[in-house]
């Protein structure tokens, strides 16, 4: 699986949008862009994925790039309850894969 | 409609000691998944069972092994335990064929080594 790139950490005011980065140049053409994140004292949630195109839920948007190179998590209005720390993971998209996680970025939303 | 459970939420065993750690997946789910995640870091892939069988093995020692039973309930069994195995061991179910989106993690047993 490819490689990915996180900054450590991240603020951001409640409110606000929170634009969560993530590199991974080594993608290849067959691999999602996958983000989960875990908010302290629990396992890791599910949040979004893609291929190509970008892709917005009820809980986000994932812009990825027309190279595919880098993403952009996006929480439109963040709120106290998405401090956590948000992993951005490259894989190819069958369950017979196991994870891997980075260190992931930590979000702290300020009131 | 629960979703993965795990048990016991925390442990405090001695250096030498072994552990069985038990999860329950999340209903209609068919396939578990075994992570260890030390403080500050993000959960590595420990194995994954599927049909009773482990179908992938991460970078763990055998002092690790596991087990799924016909219920697709699993058990994590650490040996030897060492200083260097207190973690959070968190397991995820998932359906085989649905993809990587389709994980649900249960909230972890702490488990400490003194």
């Known amino acids: 699986d490819a490689k990915t790139t996180q900054p450590p950490s991240m603020d951001c005011a409640e409110g606000r949008a929170a634009n969560l980065p993530c590199n991974h140049s080594?993608?290849?053409?067959?691999?999602?862009v996958y983000w989960y994140r875990q908010i302290h004292s629990q396992g890791p949630q599910y949040i979004i994925h893609?291929?190509?195109n970008n892709e917005t839920n009820e809980m986000a948007s994932l812009i990825i790039t027309e190279d595919r190179k880098s993403s952009t998590l996006i929480l439109p209005h963040a709120t106290l309850r998405d401090t956590a720390v948000y992993y951005c993971?490259?894989?190819?998209?069958?369950?017979?894969?196991?994870?891997?996680f980075g260190s992931g970025t930590r979000l702290q939303v300020q009131p | 409609d629960a979703g993965v459970t795990q048990s016991p939420t925390h442990l405090i065993k001695t250096r030498g000691q072994q552990v069985t750690l038990r999860c329950s997946p999340k209903s209609g789910h068919d396939t578990v998944s075994w992570y260890q995640q030390a403080l500050g870091q993000g959960p590595q892939f420990i194995f994954q069972y599927y049909e009773e069988e482990e179908r992938q093995r991460g970078n763990f020692p055998d002092r690790f092994s596991g087990h799924q039973f016909p219920n697709y309930s699993s058990e994590l069994n650490v040996n030897a335990l060492l200083l260097g195995d207190s973690a959070l061991y968190l397991c995820?179910?998932?359906?085989?064929?649905?993809?990587?989106?389709?994980?649900?993690f249960g909230s972890g047993t702490r488990l400490t080594v003194v």
């Open positions: 080594t993608i290849s053409g067959n691999e999602y």
């Open positions: 995820a179910s998932s359906l085989l064929d649905r993809g990587n989106y389709g994980y649900t």
């Open positions: 893609g291929l190509k």
């Open positions: 993971i490259v894989a190819m998209d069958t369950g017979r894969r196991a994870l891997t």
